[in-house]
């Protein structure tokens, strides 16, 4: 897969949390050196979740994560990216004490990145959404309130669409919203849409700042629905919630799959609840945004690593291509500049 | 302190373990760019000693000390010092969790100390001196067989003069060979005789390198002794057992202390049981080595970092000054060369 020609200047921010941002990033970067990872700070499980309860640091695991898609150096890469397997350091990626322990030293989340970048010799920038350390809740009729992102990702919603905040407020970090304002091409990665996209997309500001900016602002849906969370949404669906979390209607296309995955690969899915996002052309093309269909599937079979979780090697067959994700969105972007 | 001119070429390897070979390494890479650290590796107590229990890994600690001494990167030496205060990683120093994951991800202690020095930016080399997952042994009449670096270093050893190995039988590390072998200067830096030097110098094949090689071997004197280790020690009574340690009689020159500390000072340390080490220069005067004195106590006034060790300010002012104790040696080399 050979990408078209670069556009080195062009400034592109993505907006996600971990590995619908990886999967972006390292698509794009192969098109442009000006990229800048906006991460989704309310992370709260897993080796994060455990740093942010003792050490009551901001969570590294997402950031973590983009660091790792922009660097270009192989073997800290992989050292970003290595869980400890044993003993009382068990389960923390080595990236997520590298940010913790900067931070704790310098007392400065954003320092600690910064350092982070430039020891994994990194292109383009990861700046957090916000440097509050801010705890996701959510409000459902049958739930009530939730707290905190790994509950919420958990909680089924049954069809609801749950009333989304962060405690305390957040501030908008100004490095974000100038990414946001000064981009060529703003881009929502896909991700678990209330655990994941809405905790960046509902911090305040962050919904002004995507309609004000002149950017193109695509949002590259989801391949699949999670169960008890957002079964049966169509592209549309997906689409609509986004802005609706953002507070604003404020995107320009959605990009969306087209190809069917492979039989036993969907009946695997089934399984566990995930099917293929539906997409009605008709609905679509009276949309308010410019919806864009292609085979954005990986054909890569993936490796599973995870010998505990028999569903990853399936879970992983389902993704995007990364190249091809990201040549659709610069061909989106030089199609609505040659129309101009 | 303006150091003598630099000899960028000379080849200076130093052997010990953590403090006494950071405090060498600091002021020597200011007269060379060919620094070796050769670095003992049966450390097992604190951070060092948890992580080789719960992980398996050869002992980070001492190697971490000798890299940040080494390092040109302010930033990053600090991360690698950083201790963690709290939760499940308190007391880790961040340089062990590295090193540490670097070995578990590539299986090799000796790749992860390369990639370190890479993003420390040392200049010079750290080599353990053996790669074998070695335990510290030590038997006297009075305590039996002691096993452990830790457990060595708490002992009273009552005047005895113990006999020591290690278990298994460490292998020399071919790089640490090829550094005695090709040293223009052999420093054994100071520190803990039996729980730091010893194992360091009992590897077997070190005393043969060190009788082998053509450089000039010197021995920096330790300031003061341990009690219930060396109590009584004189400066020939530490080279004769860095000596008999090593199997061998190859020390060229022994730098020591002339310089009585201050008398507070000294009120402190022996209320501690820690004394001045005394020298009888008629004695050392019929030495098989030469045997240098000089003034070589830092003046600086240390920060007390530890608010749980009320000694630890006093102990941080007897130091050796490291560029006044790299000068000596490098005096002593220049000297030689002359005299030849």
């Known amino acids: 897969m050979v990408p078209t020609p670069a ?53 590294p695991g997402d950031v973590r994560q983009c660091l790792v898609a922009l660097s270009d150096a192989p073997k800290l890469r992989d050292l970003f990216n290595y869980r400890f397997e044993e003993g009382s350091l068990k389960g923390h990626a080595f ?42 809740m959510m409000k459902t009729k049958s739930h009530g309130e939730v707290k905190g992102e790994f509950l919420i990702g958990e909680s089924d919603l049954g069809g609801e669409r749950p009333e989304m905040w962060l405690e305390p407020e957040a501030g908008l970090n100004p490095k974000a919203q100038t990414a946001i304002k000064e981009a060529d091409i703003v881009v929502i990665a896909p991700g ?22 002149k950017a193109l602002k695509v949002y590259i849906c989801n391949l699949v629905t999670k169960p008890g969370q957002t079964d049966g949404y169509s592209v549309s669906d997906f689409a609509s919630e986004i802005e609706r979390l953002a507070g604003r209607d404020f995107l320009d296309a959605v990009v969306f799959n087209t190809r069917q995955p492979d039989k036993n690969l969907l009946k695997k899915y089934a399984g566990a609840g995930e099917l293929a ?64």
């Open 277 to 340: 996002v539906a997409y009605d052309m008709a609905k679509l093309e009276n949309a308010s945004y410019q919806a864009f269909g292609a085979d954005l599937l990986a054909g890569t079979i993936w490796e599973n690593t995870s010998k505990s979780d028999p569903m990853a090697a399936a879970r992983t067959l389902i993704r995007h291509d990364p190249i091809v994700t990201a040549r659709s969105i610069i061909e989106l972007y030089s199609n609505r500049t040659n129309e101009d």
């Open 95 to 136: 990236g997520n004490l590298f940010l913790t322990a900067l931070e704790k030293m310098t007392g400065d989340f954003a320092e600690g990145v910064e350092v982070a970048a430039e020891v994994l010799n990194i292109s383009g920038r990861v700046d957090p959404i916000t440097l509050t350390n801010v705890t996701l």
């Open 192 to 213: 678990n849409l209330y655990g994941s996209l809405a905790p960046a997309l509902i911090v305040p500001g962050v919904g002004e700042a995507l309609a004000a900016s």
């Open 7 to 59: 556009n080195a200047d062009l400034k592109i921010a993505v907006i996600g949390g971990g590995t619908g941002s990886f999967t972006l990033l390292s698509g794009l970067k192969e098109y442009t050196s000006s990229l800048t990872a906006l991460v989704n700070m309310a992370d709260d499980g897993g080796s994060t979740g455990l740093l942010r309860d003792e050490l009551g640091v901001l969570p």
